[in-house]
């Protein structure tokens, strides 16, 4: 299984830009399709974007498309989102997943795909 802690969270004002890392150890990391999640209070998990094993294949929400870059450095076992134009709207914990296992090489955007989470980092972006 793979291990998963996020880091980049921040305080931002709209319009700004963050950028989130996923920092993973495990030896499927490579071999697995990772992806981006968030919760705001008092609302479900939502996908937010999510990258193919091997970096060649993107998913984006309708929300933050244009927006959100998603990318993975499989030499580093990291994946990181660059959010740039950050709204309102944006602020929530962000968390990171990792596919269930090999199998999953190209988008998890359910739940069902996913093995491991990490904690979460809080994303909060003023008005």
């Known amino acids: 299984q793979v291990q998963l802690v996020e880091s980049g969270g921040g305080l931002v004002q709209a319009g700004g830009s963050l950028r989130l890392s996923c920092a993973a150890s495990?030896?499927?990391?490579?071999?697995?399709?990772m992806g981006w999640f968030r919760q705001a209070p008092g609302k479900e998990r939502e996908f937010v974007a999510s990258?193919?094993?091997?970096?060649?294949?993107?998913y984006y929400a309708d929300s933050v498309k244009g927006r959100f870059t998603v990318s993975r450095d499989n030499a580093k076992n990291t994946m990181y989102l660059q959010m740039n134009s950050l709204k309102p709207e944006d602020t929530a914990v962000y968390y990171c997943a990792a596919g269930r296992d090999s199998t999953v090489r190209w988008r998890i955007t359910t739940k069902a795909f996913i093995g491991s989470w990490g904690q979460g980092t809080q994303v909060t972006v003023s008005s």
């Open positions: 495990g030896r499927t990391f490579s071999s697995t399709a």
């Open positions: 990258v193919s094993w091997d970096g060649s294949t993107t």
